[in-house]
Structures are given as structure tokens and as C-alpha cells.
């Protein structure tokens, strides 16, 4: 986790409250001859220009890099920070011998590099074993701000029943171990091996979000609030939501229509908040169902439509969940771009 996500939200000057949002990015380091991951990390952090340092990090494994962007308002700004750097980690990996991609997981099959030498690594390795996901798992991570802990937590509760939807979106990783997988994300597979992943569950308060985390933790399902892999969390470090369900984008056009929309789905939660509308009390069951049909077919099949349980194209139940959130994208000035991405998307 980089240290640059700290705002929460920004009030204009008609009073509207216009929510913060920053991105991180987990990347692959790989062969370029073979393509298969390579445990590069710290040759790679050499080659990273000093002044870009404070926004790269090791991330889990030595095959894997993290950036992350400033928290801002504008998309522009998202798409800005994403783009240096993830052009100058390119840049770097190149000078290092290796190469970046940006996928879920490793499509070619090799040995599994060693995890990062860090004491809490160290601990999770002795306590969960075989665990480790391949030559690398790496996902999209989402930070909007919420005004307090207790708003969060019902963010939490009203975001649930969209997430498949947005998991759909993020899907790239559909090759392991030179072979097609047959799932959109592969990653998404790999990554329930962890205990706590899992859909967020429903939340009274957060008082009760925080006796979950420390019943969890005295279980052993996890050593600390980092592990909370839930889909959707509020960050330990950050006044933000943090939405984790995908694979990282292939580019910063998707990672940008992806930040747009969950801010959006933030924005639109926190106001159906306000008017007193409650959050739809999904079955947890038909929730890991929905996730895992979002992960096998991504948005080229089917996916669940959780109100009803029945499968719909997943295209329509993404264009049922823009239209629904089109008035917080119009208010916080993202709507063109996200429509002129979503048509990228289609056509591609």
C-alpha cells in the first residue's frame, strides 16, 4: 500500500459533496524472452526514478510491483498519475532486464518466485502454507472517501449487490500455466485459496464491522486487519472504501472507467443513505454465485441479475447499472468519459 491515499471528500462551492478517489495497481514482472515471472522486484525498484519512489512498493510476491495514485477529483488527474507511472515502472523494468505486464496472473507456466523477505509475510507463509497463488496475483484496488466510519460501513452494505457487476468489468487474466483457463479471471479463482475472501458480509454498524475483524483474527482465518479480503472494506489506513474485487486493467483506460464507476456507486450509495432508502439484503450464497459467474464469463456471457437470481447478458446488467449511476457520474463531471470508455470497452 503506498502512502497516498489520505483525502476523503471535497464540498464545492454550491455545497455538493464531490468524493476523492485513488488507484492502485499491482503488476507482473516477467521473462521478456519467456514470459515467465521472474523475482525482479528489487532490480526493478533500482531503475525507478527517485522522485516517483514514494508511489512504488514490493507487493506480496518478488515477481510482483504496486503503484498507486494520489487520491483527486478529476479523472484526469487519475489518468495522469497512471500513466507516469506506469510508464516509468515500464521504463524501469526494461533497464532491469525484465518486462511489466499488466494481467491477473501469470499466463505462462514457470517456477513460483519467492515471497518478499518481510517479517509479516514470513508469518502469513508459516501460518496459511501452500497458499501462495502462482507466479503472481495481481488486482486493481479502488480508495473513495466516505465522510466517517459508520457512513462506510453502509456503503458497505449497499454496494454488495453491485459488485458482480464491476467484478465482470475487471476481468484479465484468462491464461495459467500456458494454458486457457476457461475463466475470465483466473485470478479471482486463485485468490479464494485465502480464508478471507469472500463477499462482504451484511453489517449492523461498525462496531460490528470491528468485532467481526477481531473474531476472524483470533480464529486464525487471519493474522491482521490487512488480511481482510473481502471485496469491499473500509481502509485501515485511509478515511476511504476500498473496493478489491479486480484484476488489474490491461490499460489506463480501463483503470480510469473502473475508478469512475465505483466512485459513482460510492456517490449514489451515500445519497440513497441519505434519503433513507435501505440497502437490498442479498443472500450471501447467490452473492459468491454472482462472483463466481462474473469471474468465468467477464462480460462476453452471462451474468446474475441478484434481485432476481436469473442470469442475464452481462453487458445489460452493466448498462442497467451505468444508467442507475449516470446522476453521480454527472455530478462529480465524469459522464462523457465514462460513456466514451464504456463504447471503448464494447468495441473491443
Not at 484496488?141 to 466516505?146: E, L, N, W
Not at 445489460?316 to 451505468?322: Q, S, T
Amino acid at each position: 500500500m503506498t502512502g497516498q491515499l489520505t483525502e476523503a471528500a471535497e464540498r464545492t462551492a454550491d455545497g455538493t459533496d464531490l468524493l476523492t478517489v485513488g488507484v492502485e495497481e499491482e503488476f507482473l514482472l516477467v521473462d521478456p524472452h519467456t514470459g515467465a515471472a521472474v523475482p525482479a522486484v528489487d532490480l526493478v525498484l533500482e531503475q525507478v526514478p527517485p522522485e516517483l519512489r514514494g508511489q512504488v512498493e514490493r507487493e506480496f510476491q518478488t515477481s510482483q510491483i504496486e503503484i498507486g495514485s494520489p487520491p483527486g477529483l478529476e479523472l484526469r488527474s487519475i489518468r495522469h498519475s497512471l500513466g507516469v507511472l506506469r510508464s516509468a515502472l515500464a521504463d524501469a523494468a526494461e533497464r532491469a532486464g525484465v518486462r511489466l505486464l499488466a494481467i491477473g496472473t501469470g499466463p505462462v507456466d514457470g517456477p513460483v518466485p519467492p515471497v518478499v523477505d518481510k517479517p509479516r509475510f514470513d508469518r502469513m507463509i508459516e501460518r496459511f502454507r501452500l497458499l501462495v497463488p502462482g507466479p503472481g496475483n495481481n488486482g486493481m484496488h479502488v480508495h473513495v472517501g466516505v465522510p466517517d466510519p459508520e457512513m462506510g460501513v453502509q456503503v458497505l452494505n449497499h454496494v454488495r449487490p453491485w459488485l458482480p457487476t464491476l467484478h465482470a468489468v475487471t476481468t484479465n487474466s484468462p491464461f495459467a500455466r500456458s494454458e486457457d483457463t476457461g475463466y475470465a479471471s483466473w485470478r479471482s479463482v486463485e485468490w479464494e485459496r485465502w480464508p478471507s475472501v469472500a463477499p462482504t458480509p451484511y453489517l449492523e454498524s461498525h462496531e460490528h464491522y470491528e468485532r467481526l475483524i477481531r473474531q476472524l483474527i483470533a480464529s486464525g482465518v487471519m493474522l491482521d486487519e490487512g488480511m481482510l479480503y473481502w471485496y469491499a472494506r473500509l481502509s485501515a489506513k485511509y478515511p476511504t472504501v476500498e473496493i478489491r474485487i479486480g484484476d488489474v486493467c490491461p490499460s489506463v483506460d480501463d483503470a480510469v472507467l473502473v475508478a469512475g464507476l465505483v466512485r459513482a456507486m460510492v456517490a449514489t450509495a451515500i445519497e440513497e443513505i441519505g434519503a433513507g432508502r435501505p440497502a437490498l439484503r442479498t443472500d450471501h450464497h447467490l452473492l459468491v454465485g454472482a462472483h463466481w459467474r462474473a469471474a468465468h464469463d467477464g462480460l462476453e456471457g452471462d451474468g446474475v441479475d441478484v434481485t432476481t437470481g436469473e442470469l442475464r447478458p452481462a453487458w445489460e446488467l452493466l448498462d442497467r447499472f451505468v444508467e442507475r449511476m449516470r446522476p453521480a457520474l454527472e455530478r462529480h463531471g465524469d459522464w462523457a468519459e465514462v460513456a466514451d470508455l464504456l463504447g471503448g470497452l464494447r468495441r473491443h
